[in-house]
């Protein structure tokens, strides 16, 4: 009895607080995040007017890309957050809490119908993660976990409005608890949990379209050495999808991604992705990234590729100054012209 008095009262305040203090301290971080790059804006107020209200509403752009996948996404979250706050039971506990709040509640049909309609999205994440080979291979136990985790509380409180396993030994009992305690762990999940930006490695050429198109900067590319290191802010970013819709190898992806430490980390960018870059054949340079290079590299011959522009330059220059007349010296000009001057399709490619 005493445990479950402590669950349903001292632990649920507590858990309860951490999800307000949680949002408002994400709110205010982000809002420092985006008043911070904006200094280099020529309209610091509209762009920070502009970013806040994109940042309500999220995947917009990404939804170009999947669009039956981002309707049952925006689905789902809002039966993640409508029925919890507008459920009957809940405005009654609030009613009869030291607050004695109370406002309009859903019918208890309408809330069972999005309670189910939810659980029934959920089973088809699962299910997608399952049997879909690409989609399996870029989900982690995390991603599953998450989505248990916004499941439970949703199935054990349907269990306990209908009395469905009040005959099971055990959780007929305890359910009530069970509901509270997933609740519970459910705040906590939602206090801590982010939203980022996933590069496949297996996908990602390293070309940074995912940079040119981030219109908050979350997004950055630095080349140190021999690599291109892609950094990421996640406070800055508004989830707008505009990497997943601009990434032309789809190798761009939103992930929700549960993180304490990350949630202390207000300014620093995380690194997520790491990119070889190939040397000029002529003068050594730097110039394109190796992923980049090799998938060009099956529709164009190689020789033209591997120069950097500046070389590429250079080449055609001095091509065509040999093609000229009135180039002392010249006893015939070329007839063609080399493959490392020019592109040349692959012809080898069906």
Not at 32 to 54: C, H, M, N
Not at 177 to 187: K, N
Not at 241 to 253: I, R, W
Request: charged share 20%; hydrophobic share 40%; with cysteine.
């Amino acid at each position: 009895m005493y445990f479950e008095s402590f669950v349903e009262g001292p632990l649920l305040w507590i858990t309860f607080l951490l999800l307000l203090v949680g949002i408002a301290s994400r709110l205010t971080f982000f809002s420092l995040s985006i008043i911070r790059s904006s200094q280099d804006k020529d309209f610091k107020l509209g762009y920070q007017f502009a970013t806040f209200g994109r940042l309500f509403l999220p995947f917009h752009r990404a939804a170009v890309r999947k669009p039956l996948y981002a309707i049952l996404r925006y689905i789902f979250h809002i039966c993640l957050i409508v029925v919890p706050i507008w459920l009957s039971g809940h405005v009654s506990l609030w009613l009869e809490s030291r607050f004695e709040w109370e406002w309009t509640a859903l019918p208890d049909s309408l809330a069972d119908w999005m309670t189910l309609i939810l659980l029934g999205i959920a089973v088809y994440f699962i299910v997608r993660r399952l049997a879909s080979s690409y989609v399996r291979m870029n989900t982690s136990k995390n991603d599953y976990l998450l989505i248990i985790m916004a499941v439970l509380p949703f199935l054990s409180g349907y269990f306990l409005a209908h009395g469905t396993v009040d005959e099971v030994p055990f959780i007929g009992n305890y359910i009530g608890t069970i509901h509270i305690i997933t609740g519970e762990a459910m705040f906590v999940f939602v206090a801590f949990l982010f939203c980022r930006t996933r590069l496949n490695e297996s996908r990602c050429t390293g070309c940074a379209s995912c940079e040119v198109s981030c219109p908050t900067g979350t997004l950055e590319s630095n080349d140190q050495g021999k690599l291109r290191i892609f950094n990421y802010s996640h406070y800055q970013c508004i989830c707008c999808g505009a990497c997943v819709n601009t990434c032309p190898e789809d190798a761009a992806e939103l992930r929700h991604e549960f993180g304490f430490k990350r949630f202390f980390q207000i300014f620093s960018k995380q690194r997520i992705r790491d990119v070889e870059m190939e040397p000029c054949l002529s003068c050594g340079a730097l110039y394109v990234p190796e992923p980049l290079l090799d998938k060009i590299g099956k529709t164009f011959t190689h020789d033209y590729l591997r120069t950097c522009p500046n070389c590429r330059k250079k080449n055609h220059m001095e091509f065509y100054r040999k093609l000229s007349p009135w180039t002392k010296g010249t006893q015939e000009s070329p007839k063609a012209c080399p493959p490392s001057y020019l592109p040349m399709r692959n012809t080898q490619i069906d």
